[in-house]
């Protein structure tokens, strides 16, 4: 069975590039690359581990059919942490890139930030659970307290940084799936 299209065909799905899958799944983007064009097989641990980063399993992946799940448990999240960066992404429904959003919870240890963002299409909603954050947005710096939330049409360059000395937890969605 040539898996290359069917994983290629989920990732396209889910809105995710090569390269974003080859960082969820710790592999390379060539890697993935081959994959996709049956130039190279994953080893079955290999391919779980991208199975789960796409929302799926071994067994659904080769089902003919897959049933939508609605109650997702703490082990179908996804979760990654960047200790340079002093995040922790934790993807809370792993299956969101088929949807039209996907939510997120940001975890921002002090004086860190995320990633500066470009512009892209879509609408960002954030409501912080705990600390707070400075949302930039463009050149505007607005601060967002714990209890209060955000929304913003990616129309220029943003990212969330913690100029606190309190961890910041930030419910996060994104429509379409960005993250």
């Known amino acids: 069975m040539e898996i290359g299209n069917k994983i290629k065909d989920l990732r396209i799905r889910l809105g995710l590039t090569q390269e974003d899958l080859a960082d969820r ?3 390379s983007k060539g890697f993935i690359s081959q994959l996709e064009r049956d130039l ?3 080893s079955i641990a290999t391919l779980e581990e991208i199975l789960e980063c796409l929302g799926t399993t071994l067994k659904d992946f080769f089902a003919d059919v897959q049933e939508q799940k ?7 999240m996804y979760i990654k942490t960047d ?6 992404i934790v993807w809370l429904l792993p299956k969101a890139q088929g949807c039209s ?3 997120i919870l940001l975890t921002l240890e002090p004086k860190h930030s995320t990633w500066p963002d470009p512009p892209h299409e879509g609408d960002e909603f954030g409501y912080v659970l705990q600390g707070a954050v400075t949302l930039h947005l463009g050149d505007k710096k607005l601060r967002v307290k714990r209890g209060e ?3 913003y049409s990616p ?3 943003h990212y969330l940084e913690n100029t606190s000395g309190q961890t910041a937890k930030i419910l996060w969605v994104s429509s379409p799936p960005s993250f």
Do not use: I, N
Request: hydrophobic share 20%.
């Open 83 to 88: 200790e340079e960066q002093g995040t922790e």
């Open 149 to 151: 939330s955000f929304f």
């Open 155 to 157: 129309k220029h360059s």
């Open 101 to 103: 959003l996907e939510p």
């Open 25 to 27: 799944a710790e592999l």
């Open 40 to 42: 190279t097989s994953p």
């Open 70 to 76: 609605t109650v997702y448990k703490k082990q179908d």
